[in-house]
């Protein structure tokens, strides 16, 4: 397995380094950074090849990782007879292409790529989706290539569910490379999705009759990577540094979120 590759976009670009201790699992295009604390991928980075994407069957068989002991990933158990899905971190297509398109969709059903996500279907989680679908299409002049890293958002208040803290977010930034006078520059766009309740008053950390914490509808925005970095603690300055995000101060509603962008659509991203 050859993992996520620094050298896939025409400029390097490494890891993201995380501030807990994490151990690197290399898959067929992709990796993920497993997070054995919280059981959970603490980030993942894929390589995609939007030329070379192969229509693979999808199957269903996840499976846990036999490298990792079974205590320090979330498998089987924590999703069973609950509203919880496996949410894919690395899209099942994105690491599919190649001649080892079919290895890498089996991959990706790997419990260590999964994490738990509200299951309702609904418009906020179809854009999550396809967020990498409208980076490849900008990035079609440069042979359809895109790095994608994600994972969710810890937070010491995510509440406790069969042994495993469920986060309310999760965090999306896409990187492509555009090249001007002969020299390829990094470009970088970064998102959160959102799956908070939007009750106020619901206290997460109290649980009933042994009910996973109250999830709401999915809701997707921009903002700015650095923020991103700020809410996961991850060394991301490269990725800071190429973003094209660039808020209007005049335009920015006044909060911690000021800066945050809630989507509705795909053409509302800023590339």
Do not use: C
Not at 6 to 35: K, N, R, S
Not at 74 to 83: Q, S, T
Not at 109 to 116: L, R, W
Not at 181 to 188: P, V
């Amino acid at each position: 397995m050859s993992g996520y590759e620094a050298g896939f976009l025409d400029v390097q670009l490494e890891l993201p380094v995380t501030q807990q201790p994490v151990i690197q699992l290399d898959y067929t295009h992709f990796t993920v950074l497993l997070d054995p604390a919280r059981r959970l991928a603490a980030a993942t980075a894929v390589n995609i090849a939007g030329a070379e994407l192969v229509d693979v069957k999808r199957g269903n068989t996840w499976r846990l990782d036999k490298r990792v002991a079974e205590d320090q990933q979330a498998g089987p158990e924590l999703y069973a007879k609950n509203d919880l899905d496996r949410g894919h971190l690395v899209r099942r297509r994105d690491p599919v292409w190649g001649d080892e398109a079919k290895q890498a969709n089996a991959d990706t059903f790997n419990y260590t790529n999964a994490a738990p996500q509200a299951a309702a279907f609904n418009q906020g989680k179809e854009l999550w989706v396809g967020l990498e679908d409208h980076v490849l299409e900008y990035a079609g002049a440069n042979q359809l290539h895109a790095s994608v890293f994600t994972g969710p958002v810890f937070r010491p208040d995510d509440g406790l569910y069969r042994g495993v803290r469920i986060p309310r977010m999760f965090w999306k930034i896409a990187a492509w490379t555009v090249t001007i006078d002969d020299t390829a520059s990094l470009r970088t766009a970064g998102f959160v999705l959102d799956q908070s309740p939007l009750l106020a008053d619901i206290d997460l950390r109290e649980l009933t009759s042994g009910n996973p914490p109250p999830l709401g509808p999915f809701r997707t925005f921009q903002l700015p990577v650095e923020r991103i970095a700020e809410l996961t603690g991850l060394t991301i300055e490269q990725l800071v540094d190429a973003d094209r995000y660039k808020p209007t101060p005049a335009a920015q509603p006044v909060g911690p979120r000021g800066d945050w962008r809630e989507l509705a659509s795909g053409d509302e991203i800023e590339l």
